[in-house]
């Protein structure tokens, strides 16, 4: 299987989701050999905003990173439903987990999207649920097959 993990979230600064990314993909590839996983990733254009993240090694991963206004791709995949995934990667995927609440837009691949909090959610008023994020949380939530939650109180919520 095709394997490809957004992990935009560990390349902005955001430690939790950071570590939370690099240690299910070392433990995923300690004992997956079969699969190969890609691990796709969205820079800022802002140089001083950028983040190094580094991956596992190991013959069955690759990784793709491009240069762009995460914000404006949201717009794309999750209002417009534009330049699926697959265009970016150059192959067909099974699966793709993203490791945010905001999932790219896939033509064929099961999605699994880990929420780490509901804050986006319950803290907000009525009125601030009806912004594009929101939105776009939502959409990203309705087109993913599994949701992965990192604790039973986000569960609750």
């Known amino acids: 299987m095709n394997i490809l ?6 390349v902005r600064p955001v ?11 070392k433990h995923l590839l300690q004992i997956d ?3 190969h996983y890609t691990i796709f990733s969205i820079k800022s254009p802002f140089p001083h905003r950028r983040i190094p993240f580094s991956y596992p090694e190991a013959r069955n991963v690759s990784c793709k990173s491009i240069i762009f206004p995460y914000r404006f791709l949201n717009i794309v995949w999750n209002d417009l439903h534009l330049f699926p995934i697959e265009k970016f ?7 793709l987990h993203s490791l945010d609440k905001f999932a790219p837009f896939t033509k064929s691949a099961k999605t699994i999207i880990t929420t780490h909090d509901m804050w986006w959610y319950s803290y907000r008023t009525k009125s601030e649920r009806r912004g594009a994020s929101y939105r776009q949380i939502i959409e990203s939530l309705k087109r993913s097959t599994a949701i992965i ?9």
């Open 5 to 10: 993990f957004n992990a935009s979230p560990a």
């Open 33 to 35: 050999e079969d699969n």
């Open 89 to 95: 990667v150059g192959k067909k995927l099974d699966v």
């Open 15 to 25: 430690t939790g989701i950071r570590t939370y990314a690099k240690e299910l993909m």
């Open 149 to 157: 939650v990192c604790s039973e109180f986000s569960k609750s919520e």
